[in-house]
C-alpha cells in the first residue's frame, strides 16, 4: 500500500480540464484520485508532480497586446491547464478600500495585488495585468465605485499546473491517502515510470466547436501548439502554424502571402487573405473527410455563442453559419 516514488501528471495540452463548457471534466480530481486508490495505494512517500517539458515555456506569445495579457483570454498555454484557465475573482469596496472577498478556483491566484483606484462617478472598469513568462504576481487595475458590494472579473491563472497538482494532493488527503511530500511543476521526469491511468479529453470535434461557438481563444492555443506535436518532441507555437501551413499546401492550397503567428488571432500581425479563407472553406465544404464536422461546428446566426445577436432584423439569419471575430476599432 506504500508507494515509495512520486505521482506524475503527463499532459498532452488537454484545454477542458474541468472546463465551464465541459461540465463532465469537473469530477477530474475524484476520477484520478480514484484511479490510484484501485492500484492500491495508501500512502505516497514522494511528490505530486506536474511535468511541463513537452510544450515550450513560451506560454504567452510575445506578439499579443499588454492589454490582453493576464486577462481570461489572453491566459497561457501549458500541456496541463484546467478550469479554462481563468480565475474568478470577486471584490467588494467601501468608501476607501477595495477587498478580495472570494477566488474561484481556490488558489487559483495566490499573488494578487490591487491598484485599482476608488472613484466617486464614472463606471466600474477593472481588469487583471501580468505575464505569466515573467512573473507570478497579477494587478487588479482600474476603477471601481465606492461601496460596491459584490463585482466579479476574470483573469488568467497564474500557474494551471501547479494548481492541478494541488488539487490533486487535497483530492488524495480527502480519499484517506497520505502523502508525505509536496507539489512540483518540473520540466523533465525520468522516462522510466509506470502508467498508473490515463485520462481522455472529449472529442476533437466538440472541443473545436466549442472555439467556434464561443470564440474560446484558450483551447485555440492549446490545439495550435499541441499540433506541433505531430513532428516534434516539444510542442511550440510557430511549429504548429507551420504544420497547419504545409498541411494546406499539401492539398493544394496557396499559403503565399499569409501570416499567421498564434492559434487565437490575439496578434495584430497575422493576416490571412479573403482568398485562402475561401479557399480553405472550399476545401472543407468538397474535398475534407470532416467536411459535416467542421460545418456543424459553424455556429448559427441568431442562434448560437458570439452570433446569437447577429442580424436581428434579417428573416433568412438562421440560414447563415458565421464564425464572428473582432478588434477594438
Known amino acids: 500500500g506504500v508507494l515509495n516514488g512520486n505521482i506524475y501528471l503527463h499532459g498532452e495540452g488537454d484545454p477542458t480540464l474541468a472546463s465551464n463548457y465541459f461540465k463532465e471534466t469537473l469530477n477530474f480530481a475524484q476520477v484520478w484520485s480514484k484511479a490510484i486508490k484501485e492500484k492500491g495505494i495508501k500512502q505516497i512517500n514522494g511528490h505530486i508532480i506536474a511535468e511541463i517539458g513537452n510544450f515550450d515555456t513560451e506560454y504567452i506569445s510575445p506578439l499579443w497586446l499588454v492589454e490582453d495579457i493576464g486577462t481570461y483570454y489572453g491566459t497561457g498555454t501549458y500541456p496541463l491547464s484546467c478550469y479554462d484557465n481563468t480565475s474568478n475573482i470577486t471584490l467588494k469596496s467601501s468608501e476607501n478600500e477595495i477587498f478580495i472577498t472570494d477566488i474561484y478556483p481556490e488558489n487559483s491566484n495566490p499573488d494578487l495585488e490591487i491598484n485599482a483606484k476608488i472613484v466617486s462617478s464614472g463606471k466600474n472598469n477593472l481588469y487583471v495585468r501580468g505575464n505569466p513568462a515573467t512573473v507570478n504576481t497579477r494587478f487588479i487595475e482600474g476603477t471601481i465605485l465606492p461601496n460596491t458590494e459584490s463585482l466579479l472579473m476574470k ?69 495550435m501548439k499541441r499540433i506541433a506535436l505531430q513532428n516534434d518532441s516539444i510542442a511550440t507555437t510557430l511549429n504548429g502554424v507551420k504544420t497547419v501551413f504545409e498541411y494546406w499546401k499539401s492539398v493544394g492550397i496557396n499559403t503565399e502571402g499569409q501570416y499567421q503567428y498564434d492559434g487565437s488571432g490575439l496578434t495584430p500581425k497575422n493576416a490571412l487573405s479573403p482568398e485562402f479563407m475561401v479557399d480553405i472553406l472550399c476545401y472543407m465544404q468538397n474535398k475534407s473527410q470532416y467536411a459535416d464536422d467542421f460545418y456543424n461546428s459553424l455556429p448559427t446566426v441568431g442562434k448560437d455563442g458570439t452570433v446569437s445577436t447577429v442580424l436581428k432584423n434579417c428573416s433568412a439569419r438562421s440560414s447563415f453559419k458565421m464564425k464572428s471575430g473582432s478588434f477594438r476599432n
Do not use: C, M
Open 155 to 223: 483573469g488568467d491563472i497564474n500557474n494551471p499546473p501547479l494548481l492541478l497538482t494541488n488539487i490533486l494532493k487535497k483530492q488524495l488527503i480527502l480519499d484517506s491517502v497520505e502523502v508525505l511530500g509536496d507539489t512540483r511543476v518540473e520540466l523533465n521526469i525520468p522516462k522510466k515510470r509506470i502508467n498508473l491511468f490515463t485520462y481522455q479529453s472529449p472529442q476533437l470535434k466538440e472541443i473545436i466547436r466549442n472555439i467556434n461557438v464561443y470564440s474560446n481563444n484558450v483551447s485555440a492555443e492549446h490545439l
